[in-house]
């Protein structure tokens, strides 16, 4: 399956280009064919190709970096091909179906991986999670597809929160309020100082408003029903979802005007200018971030509603899958026990410079704070969840996008919004 | 007086539309001389409060414009010539011989030009796959031929249409067979249209995006848009150096215009008053 039969392939080519033949350049261009059939992949021990959308030039450094070091290690070889991540995310599924695949892909843990594995496309990594032990076990179900094989190794992770400028929370005289009723009132206190208390970026970027959407749902229903929900087994119309939002629009008067037009890199513009008091957003809004305002970054949990709810935290997780069709499967488990070690995630939390955490238990953190502060907040968390997206299916977020946007425009009509989105949602889990 | 008043105006209106329309470009050009703390600190519509160079080293070495800037010289130079040489031979004889069906012919080859690329997307890269081509440039210069062969060779046909039959009978009355006609008569003729025709194909193929990221993966054979884009981050961009990098790979396509500029008026003149 995997080794190609040069001469048949070569006989298509000739055959394929036979058509554009037609249109006058047969010879031409089966000169070209001939000389340009790609480099055709040794079976067996041929370099491992990551398929990279770490396209920031930090985290782009650092995963040709952790390439670099395990070329030096004498097991394989590994090459980084560097894709724009919008790019990537729309070619995915083209070069995982494709009949020469990359081996390696930079990607999410969770459904979305899960989607890949259940049709086939994925390579079983159970043997590499063998090695794994140290691992914690809400790791492993995540990287395990429905049939119960591993498809997935986890690198990093990172943390959403509520941040804030600690000079601006000080001058306005207001602390991090640990529950709702705490912070409603640093909302009052803020717009009654003039200040547009929730900072948010929903121009281009609409996909911010489900992380409201997410904390609002796990902090009043818990993470078990939101995982459902998302899963096609409840329903959006439910009065638990309704319950949801009718909370939402208890603090939509609190939100940045302005937030709708501009993208969340803005809203963080305008976070650190003192033109919003604080913003829900993930770690990796700090690479938007000027070096010198980074030390007076921090940031409070999502405040609890329902102390009967378990506590869950967003901890969206960033890791690898293999390709099914790779051609060279044991150097590719073997850059992933790499990818999995200490050392590894060690050397890319350095070198990515952005606020990522390790997966790996006893791999260390950056030394910062606000680094130290997410890792406790993620460990005292009772049950992790990934992200709409990233917890359902690239499907399923746009029905979330079109209803959150249509909901923050027309708070009133939440029946008629929850109503839309079950039909649409309806029509992604048919497929 | 009068006369000098509507000069006046004339001027002042012209100058505020040319300023409109290279608002964005200078807009451009400023951002990429803004160091990235500026434009995290103060927004990217704000006036610039740095300056700096480095954005472009950063587009050029580290985000790898020059290989991106060859790989695009590469698909697009062999992509023009080519597909100009074949509309040329194409209009030639449907234009100037009783080609059975020859109507049918053009309007296919139009027809296809109507068509969306978007659907096309996935069977082109099936198709490339299946000839081995997927992942090299001949893919996109295959590609870019194809889908420019219709077009072209309508435009180049009506040109041709246009010529005089007394050259060529006068051509043929002195010897010259078919192949001499077309090169030494028809072709000098045509140059015009040719000029303008070279100088929007090349346009049109440096600036492609879509068909380079379905028929490319790998990063260092992805033509300059595709780079460009890869200056994005997964979330947070670095916009001065991408305005530096668009400013970068924009030069090849100005270049191009200032050359056939004459030509690219001329040519669009001639079909218009015969």
Redesign the interface.
Known sequence: MTDFDPGR??F??NL??AG?GA???GS??SA??SS???PAKSGGSGAVTI?S?????Q?KTAIEKLAENFNKLGKGTASV???????FR??LP??LT???P?DLYTWYAGSVANDYASKGLLLDVSDVWQGLGEYPQSLKTLSTDAAGKQVFVPMTNYWWGFFYRKSNFAKWGVQEPKTWADFLAVCETLKSKGIPPIGIGLGDTPWVASAWFDYLNIRINGAPFHRELLAGKQRFDDPKVKAVLTRWREVLPYFDPKGKAYP???A???L??GKTGMFLI?T??A???????LGDLDFFRFPIIDPAVPVAEEAPTDGFFASAKSANPAGTKELLRYFASVEAQEEYVKSSSGIVLPVHPKAKAADSPLVSKGKAMLESAAELTQFFNRDSSDALQPTADTALTKFMDKPDQIDAILREWQASAEKVFKG | MIRKLRTGTFHTGMILLSLLWLGPVIWVVVMSTRTFDDIAANGVGSLPHSFTLDTYRQAWVDGGELRALINSLLVTVPSVVLSLALAAVAAFALSRYRIPGRRTILLLMLAGNLLPPQILLIPVQKFSELTGLYDTLWALITVQVGFGLGFYTFVLHGFMRDLPGEIQEAATIDGAGPAQIFARVMLPLTRPALAALGALSFTWIFNDLLWAITVLRTDDRMPVTPALLALQGQFVSSWSVIAAGTVIAAVPTVAVFLRFQRHFIGGLAIGAVK
Request: one cysteine or more; proline letters at 5%.
């Open positions: 392939r070569r298509l080519g394929g280009l554009l249109l006058g350049a031409l261009l070209c064919a340009a059939s790609g398929q959308n770490l396209s920031s030039p985290a091909n560097t894709i724009a991540s919008e790019t729309t070619q083209t070069y494709s009949a020469n990359p969340f890199q803005e963080t513009t305008a650190l200018a993930g990796f809004f690479d938007a971030a000027p070096k010198d305002a």
